[in-house]
């Protein structure tokens, strides 16, 4: 199949008079994101959006430096490991919440019970699949206690925020967030932009860009455009046949797959047949060259991330063969039947585009594709709905967690995450690998789920992208290998 170049919406380069120059104020900056954030409760949803304007308002015991080590961050000190289900904190002193709720052990304990409490239905429950619970020891000392032996507990304080105890259960929490970071909320402008100021109080000293602005731009011929035209300072998922045009660009090998989830459990999809049509149709090859201009590489057939603990080395790209993907969709009597692709468009780089073409490639091995682009939260809510599951979904998975649990739970692990399949035998090895200690023994867990979810097609990995970012002239930043928009990392030269 060749790549039509319809395909590619939103990737002309507009010019001249588009949008206007803005004037910015010496101190701030606008940031163009691809999704307007569906809440700003840190701990609900499993929302990109969110994240870029949260990870500057909130903080988590642990951090990581921008080539990904871990480090302490509300944490005095890194943890110590109690015995096989308890790790110990040290807080940082003399911390508080912007609206004055001190941070302490109490807020810890809060934060921890609140994201795991089955009421809250939170979608980062793949990040703490191990979490049982917190216990105060005293106010600058706390418990996280685990269901069983948990190697990786550290990394998932990097991803948990901690949040005001008392004001969390405000209705009014979800759009006007209170943390502890650089950064407090101004104004959320649903439709329109979120303002976000520094925080005076800040423990790190306040930073050096006063004020951020975030547009929400869905299109990336339009975020391209407000770049050029002096109107945005950074932007997301810079077009690659542009990085030669803008002010300045960045780009780093993230840490995000782009994958199809496929349900093993509705009328077309649950013929294993069709679903290893489904992955051989796809020339993921062509998919990185000519969509991503080489900023991508074919996955491995797997959601883990090459750079993750469990990495399954003996996987290879899933091999490209039309004639054989006809013949299989021929051979289950599917000719014609109708998939439902589900998916999105702005929250990635050129997903909606990606999207198309996988699914031009399904309609010439001979199905009736349809496709189902969603605003964004009701793509999450189809996500992670865990009776009615699509036939496909596309989701780029992102591994920051640096280990195979994050990828496992979220893709593989029946009745977690967006799992598509009812697989119990690879639901009890992820549950065991999760808690074992044996670093030998869990690689071989893992190996054996990515290797039978290969086999049976329970996924149709896609690509392993690089973040590609659209900097101005008066901004100095050096993206970070997890993606976050850190402001307080970036400078303003002028």
Avoid at 67 to 82: F, I, S
Avoid at 261 to 289: F, G, W, Y
Avoid at 412 to 417: A, F, L, N, Q
Avoid at 440 to 468: E, G, S, W
């Amino acid at each position: 199949m060749k790549l039509l170049t319809g395909l590619l919406t939103g990737a002309v380069l507009m010019t001249g008079a588009a949008l206007p120059m803005t004037a910015f104020a010496a101190g701030d900056i606008v940031i163009a994101i691809g999704s307007e954030p569906s809440t700003l409760d840190p701990q609900a949803r499993d929302d990109g959006g969110e994240r870029a304007v949260n990870d500057n308002i909130y903080e988590t015991l642990m951090a990581r430096t921008p080539d990904g080590a871990l480090v302490p961050g509300l944490a005095a000190e890194a943890p110590t490991k109690v015995d096989d289900t308890t790790w110990e904190f040290k807080l940082r002193p003399d911390i508080a919440f912007t609206n004055g709720e001190p941070f302490n052990a109490d807020a810890v304990v809060a934060s921890v019970e609140r994201i795991i409490n089955p009421d809250l239905k939170s979608e980062q429950m793949s990040y703490f699949g191990t979490l049982k619970g917190a216990e105060k020891v005293d106010d600058l000392t706390v418990r996280i206690i685990t269901t069983g032996p948990d190697p990786i507990l550290p990394s998932r304080m990097y991803w948990m925020k901690m949040v005001p105890p008392k004001y969390a259960s405000d209705p009014k929490f979800a759009e006007a967030p209170v943390g502890t970071g650089p950064y407090m909320l101004e104004a959320f402008n649903r439709g329109q932009d979120i303002v976000i100021v520094a925080n005076p109080n800040y423990r790190g000293g306040k930073p050096d860009i006063d004020k951020v602005t975030y547009r929400f731009v869905g299109e990336s011929g339009t975020r391209l455009s407000g770049l050029v035209a002096g109107e945005f300072d950074v932007i997301t998922n810079l077009l690659p046949e542009f990085v030669d045009s803008v002010p300045k660009s960045a780009t780093v090998q993230g840490l995000e797959t782009s994958v199809i989830i496929l349900s093993t459990e509705n009328e077309v999809t649950k013929d294993p047949r069709v679903r290893k049509a489904l992955n051989i149709a796809i020339d993921r090859q062509a998919l990185a060259d000519s969509l991503f201009g080489g900023y991508a590489l074919p996955a491995r057939g797997q959601l883990v991330n090459p750079k993750a603990f469990g990495f399954n080395e003996a996987l290879s790209v899933y091999p490209y063969d039309p004639e054989q993907a006809k013949a299989l969709i021929k051979e289950a009597g599917a000719e014609g039947k109708t998939i439902n692709l589900v998916g999105e468009s702005g929250r990635w780089l050129k997903d909606r585009e990606l999207i198309e073409a996988v699914g031009q490639y399904w309609s010439e091995a001979g199905l009736n594709v349809n496709y189902q682009i969603e605003e964004f939260g009701q793509y999450l809510t189809l996500l992670f709905d865990k009776e009615n599951r699509p036939d496909a979904i596309f989701v780029v998975n992102s591994d920051e967690l640096l280990d195979a649990d994050r990828p496992i739970s979220s893709g593989y692990e029946s009745g977690s995450g967006f799992a598509s399949n009812k697989d119990m035998d690879m639901q009890a090895k992820a549950q065991a690998a999760r808690i074992e200690t044996d670093v030998a023994k869990r690689k071989a867990l893992y190996d054996a789920i990515t290797q039978k979810a290969f086999d049976d097609n329970y996924l149709a990995p896609l690509l392993n992208v690089q973040d590609i970012y659209g900097i101005s002239e008066r901004v100095e930043w050096q993206p970070r290998v997890d993606a976050k928009l850190i402001v307080k990392e970036m400078k303003v030269t002028e």
